[in-house]
């Protein structure tokens, strides 16, 4: 079991910057990929950026790359992954939801075995 918890989320004016972080408890949880996904009101959920339990392969989503960065730090019992998000746009307002799934090659999908609840990331224009 994999309990994920994000925090960061809040209130930015565009060009600025946010970091979200997603903390990741559970007896294997190193060994999962991690993901970040968004949903904004009254569309469907996107995939942003996953990262792979080594950190060797990293995926973005078009809108986001350059822009936002995600990286994870397995050296702690707790497993902590982050996106940096930096030039956010209005249109990045949204849920920001971090996920974890292990053995899995496609990483964009959000076939992802556990979920956090969510952070809302809100930038005004």
């Known amino acids: 079991q994999v309990q994920l918890v994000e925090s960061g989320g809040g209130l930015v004016q565009a060009g600025g910057s946010l970091r979200l972080s997603c903390a990741a408890s559970?007896?294997?949880?190193?060994?999962?990929?991690v993901g970040w996904f968004r949903q904004a009101q009254g569309k469907e959920r996107e995939f942003v950026a996953a990262i792979s339990w080594t950190g060797v392969r990293i995926y973005y989503a078009e809108s986001v790359k350059g822009r936002f960065t995600i990286s994870r730090d397995n050296s702690k019992n707790t497993v902590y992954m982050y996106l940096q998000m930096n030039s956010l746009k209005p249109e990045d307002t949204a849920v920001y939801y971090c996920?974890?799934?292990?053995?899995?090659?496609?990483?964009?999908?959000?076939?992802?075995?556990?979920w956090g609840q969510g952070t809302q990331v809100t930038v005004s224009s």
């Open positions: 559970g007896r294997t949880v190193s060994t999962y990929a």
């Open positions: 996920a974890a799934v292990r053995n899995r090659d496609d990483l964009k999908s959000d076939q992802y075995d556990y």
